[in-house]
């Protein structure tokens, strides 16, 4: 058989015996066309799809057709595997077997891809014979899938047939926390009380339960059965009887749990023991509460743990503040020779919701990437579904959340400076209402018994009066005094710390080596003609020794190819400064920095029973591993980010510094730490500071950025990509984007670019428009544009004109955008239309739809004192705006309001309130001095 890439052939044989018959588990098999019988006009497998790349065709030779039995033939033929996989199925969460009969040469691979958000579980992994077998594995499907599809690959040859996925049973490891059953509903026994809030407690034998929040009002925040104790541990057995694979896929999901999802992928967190303290009197608990007038220490001795009787002891203090709230601090002491304690859910709440009535006026504001609002989070959904979000990246990437209803509000705070890795369970249940844990990892996991462990920081439960914006203002007076603000504001910073030509851009622009030199030429040259007058620069893709894809291979992109040399030296006589991609965390195999470093494999990252992390997925992803960011990794790839600065890159874009997983310490070869804790969070911080030293050292001007908010990084970063924020998800409006993050740290952080996919640029390009206006307002710098994306895929005309107004209204209000604070919104006093926008999914024609006024707005204090206040008119029409400040923030009476941007744009003022005319799908910026 020839060819440059992999084929796939179709064979049709007569009955062949199977070795190792296994008997079928329960439930039916879901798989559609498990057999391969049905064909489709093609001859083809229906419901089955080869993988094709490049020229790959599927083709059913007859020759073997005689007995009548169809199974698929996957060769690989190229440099990559090969690949097939079903169509998608419908499925619900539990624990599936799922089994094939193969035969082939080489190796392959079994894996499940679940959807949504899309993850991929490795089910088997085997070296083939030449004569058939049945290979079976098992999967747990977690929480909030309800579709999948079954994988092959292989690294030569594989026949395979008669696949079937069977559910075995429920899901064991499920987002939500057991609810232990007890006799009749807790009842309160113990109350802590300060002048702006109560918290009630349940009596032992009830787990010491939050039974009621109650705010000064006596407006109350528990209105559903409260189904979880004061706290649950879940312990994970330090040993399992059966082997796993070496290598596991990671999922980059911010919403996953640790090591990205491999924790539980390949079936071990099946057998992990949840305890709440509910459960702890049936698990022969000793148990006493010491209430005083300001605190309530809750005690349990001697709980069970599987069959090792009194081996767990739990303290849980709640304790008034100074500032009136109720501070929560805890710790544990597991004697267990068996199971280690891997989480700490104190304290937990439920039953939250139902504030004001039906929960249609409760609004949850949680920062997920720069901040979502989601409305009624007591409905059954949040996010689709429980989330277990992690700290350290985009998935939580601040430490608080706030509930609230009509003005009256509750914070949940963790006060804790140096960014320890935790986790933050938020859970919806028409039942049992909103419910919010901490979540603390322990940094003792596989030290030997008996394990003690205290939680190194407090979380407290704050009343507040007002929305998001208080909540963020309550936040912000503790973080901006923390270290990642050590460097101070922007003004501050712009004194040297970052370079002035990074504050002076307009606009950020995406392109490739090829873009630039050959296929795109024509709409970049026609860019940079229609854009001259603003302060481009450009983020150059797909550079290096294999410039096919962006991201790999990594490090080793050097030498540079002729063409690198030809679009850098044209960059440079342009003018415009220059990034450069180049990964934070992946290690290639493959690579000669790999192969020279003998210690290379000891530096891998490794999960909680030893496993390597891989990127995972089919191709150049498995060659790709997760590197520790120790002392050699450290090494290796600042000596890659010099060779950028020297080779003309002015910035090193360090993919995956944020967002790309917290994980957990199980490297003792790196650190000599015994597990769990922010050993890799602290030394993947090191290494973002070591580059960009290194860096500088070469060129003073050279800055580093990282892609995705996370506070913790701030003051190591010159800027950070925050183009994921806007892709993550949105519903309506019931799940909408708010300025978390840069009501926080606006004067703090400097954000630039935002992506936009295909499905923006539908149509009249209206999710580019809303996107792009958003991202303005929000003060985020221009960028990433597609000159390709604008002159062929859209409306070039609407899509040209309205970004020259986006970087002009930039260029004119870069005091408040890049220098100034966030105010809190100005208040539209007229009634502005609602418009339905296509908002895109990624790179990809999937769109949501989101609901937004016609006329967005925001504000900010400058510096010099001067106040802002920006509006974006999103529809085709012009709108009549009545607008006016907050008062609190930015008293009319003294100051007087011009148009700054369009110039000379006629604004009235009648009292304190400003009236103006706004054109279509234009920015407007007033200035208030």
Not at 198 to 217: K, Q, W
Not at 247 to 266: H, L, Q, V, Y
Not at 402 to 408: K, T, V
């Amino acid at each position: 058989m020839t060819g440059k890439t992999a084929k796939l052939f179709l064979f049709l044989l007569g009955s062949l015996g199977t070795a190792g018959g296994v008997a079928a588990p329960p439930g039916p098999n879901i798989l559609p066309n498990p057999d391969m019988e049905v064909v489709d006009a093609s001859g083809f497998p229906s419901r089955w799809k080869h993988y094709a790349k490049d020229r790959d065709v599927a083709s059913a030779p007859d020759s073997d057709a005689a007995s009548g039995r169809r199974f698929i033939r996957l060769v690989r033929d190229s440099k990559r595997e090969a690949f097939c996989r079903s169509d998608l199925f419908n499925l619900r969460p539990g624990r599936y077997r799922i089994s094939l009969r193969m035969r082939g040469a080489g190796k392959a691979a079994v894996t499940l891809s679940v959807y949504h958000p899309v993850r991929i579980l490795p089910v088997t992994a085997v070296q083939l014979a030449d004569r058939w077998q049945t290979i079976a594995g098992e999967v747990n499907v977690p929480p909030g899938v309800s579709q999948a599809s079954l994988g092959i690959s292989c690294s030569r040859t594989v026949d395979f047939d008669a696949a079937e996925v069977r559910l075995i049973g429920a899901l064991q490891n499920a987002a939500e926390r057991p609810r232990p059953a007890v006799s009749g509903p807790a009842k309160t026994k113990y109350r802590l009380t300060t002048p702006k809030l109560t918290v009630e407690f349940a009596d032992m034998e009830h787990g010491a339960a939050v039974t009621g929040i109650v705010n000064a009002d006596s407006r109350r925040f528990i209105n559903f059965p409260t189904g979880y104790g004061l706290w649950s541990i879940r312990l994970k057995r330090t040993q399992i009887d059966r082997r796993l694979p070496k290598i596991t896929a990671i999922a980059c999901d911010p919403e996953m749990d640790d090591s990205a999802g491999s924790i539980g992928r390949d079936g071990e967190m099946a057998d992990d023991i949840v305890i709440d303290s509910v459960q702890a009197a049936g698990l022969g608990a000793k148990f006493a509460a010491e209430p005083a007038a300001d605190r309530i220490v809750f005690r349990w001795r001697d709980i069970r743990v599987g069959d090792e009787s009194g081996a767990l002891d739990v303290t849980v203090t709640a304790a008034v503040t100074p500032e009136g709230g109720i501070r929560f601090d805890g710790g544990f002491v597991n004697r267990s020779t068996r199971r280690t304690v891997f989480y700490f859910n104190a304290p937990q709440i439920d039953g939250m919701g139902k504030i004001h009535g039906d929960g249609e006026e409760d609004f949850l504001a949680t920062p997920h990437y720069l901040g979502r609002l989601i409305r009624n989070p007591a409905s059954g959904q949040l996010f689709r579904s429980e989330r277990h979000f992690r700290s350290n990246n985009s998935g939580h990437s601040m430490h608080f959340d706030a509930l609230y209803s009509r003005g009256e509000g509750l914070l949940f705070a963790v006060w804790d400076p140096r960014q320890v890795s935790k986790r933050w369970d938020l859970g919806s249940s028409r039942r049992h209402g909103f419910s919010w844990s901490c979540v603390h990892l322990p940094d003792n996991m596989k030290c030997p018994p008996p394990q003690r462990w205290t939680v190194p920081y407090p979380v407290e439960l704050q009343a507040f009066s007002g929305d998001w914006y208080d909540a963020a203002q309550i936040y912000r007076e503790w973080a901006v005094k923390q270290d990642w603000c050590s460097r101070g504001t922007m003004t501050r910073r712009a004194a040297g710390d970052i370079p002035k030509w990074f504050l002076d851009v307009t606009m950020w622009l995406h392109v490739s080596v090829n873009d630039l030199l050959n296929g795109k030429k024509a709409e970049c040259d026609r860019y940079f003609r229609d854009f001259r007058d603003h302060k481009i620069a450009i983020w150059l893709t797909h550079w290096g020794v294999d410039n096919m894809r962006y991201d790999f291979p990594n490090p080793d992109r050097f030498p540079l190819t002729d063409n690198d040399v030809r679009a850098l030296k044209m960059i440079g006589e342009a003018g415009f400064p220059v990034s450069g991609y180049i990964q934070l965390t992946a290690w290639t195999r493959s690579m000669p920095s790999f192969k020279a470093n003998p210690g290379a494999e000891a530096n891998l990252l490794r999960n909680f029973y030893g496993q390597i992390l891989s990127w995972g997925g089919t191709g150049f992803r498995r060659d790709s591993m997760l590197a520790y960011p120790g002392q050699l990794w450290t090494g290796v790839l600042t000596s890659f980010t010099d060779r950028m600065v020297r080779s003309g890159f002015q910035v090193a874009y360090l993919d995956s510094g944020n967002h790309g997983g917290t994980h957990l310490n199980f490297t003792p070869e790196c650190t000599g730490s015994c597990g769990g804790g922010s050993a890799y969070v602290d030394g993947n911080r090191k290494l973002i500071q070591t580059i960009r030293e290194s860096g500088r050292r070469i060129n003073p001007d050279f800055c580093v950025t990282t892609e995705s908010f996370w506070e913790g990084n701030l003051h190591c970063l010159d800027a950070v990509l925050c183009v994921n924020s806007p892709s993550a998800y949105l519903e309506g409006d019931r799940v909408t984007a708010i300025p978390l993050a840069p009501a926080v740290y606006n004067d703090y952080a400097l954000l630039f670019a935002t992506h936009y996919g295909r499905g923006d640029l539908t149509g009249r390009a209206q999710g580019l428009i809303a996107k792009t206006a958003q991202a303005l307002l929000w003060g985020i710098m221009p960028g990433w544009e597609l000159p390709h994306a604008m002159y062929k895929f859209s409306d070039p005309e609407r899509v040209k004109r309205t970004s020259k107004q986006r970087m002009e209204a930039f260029d004119a209000g870069r005091k408040f955008f890049v220098y100034g604070r966030m105010l809190r919104p100005p208040v539209i006093k007229n009634q502005i239309p609602t418009l339905t926008i296509p908002w895109g999914i990624g790179w990809s024609k999937n769109v949501y739809e989101v609901k937004s006024p016609a006329v967005i707005a925001s504000a900010f204090r400058a510096p010099d004192g001067a106040v802002g206040i920006v509006l974006y008119n999103l529809d085709e029409r012009e709108h009549a705006v009545a607008v006016t400040p907050d008062d609190r923030e930015c008293p009319m009476e003294k100051r007087q309001f011009a148009a700054v941007y369009p110039a000379g744009h006629s604004v009235r003022r009648e009292g304190n309130v400003l009236h103006l005319q706004l054109p279509a799908q234009c920015p407007v910026i007033l200035e208030g001095r």
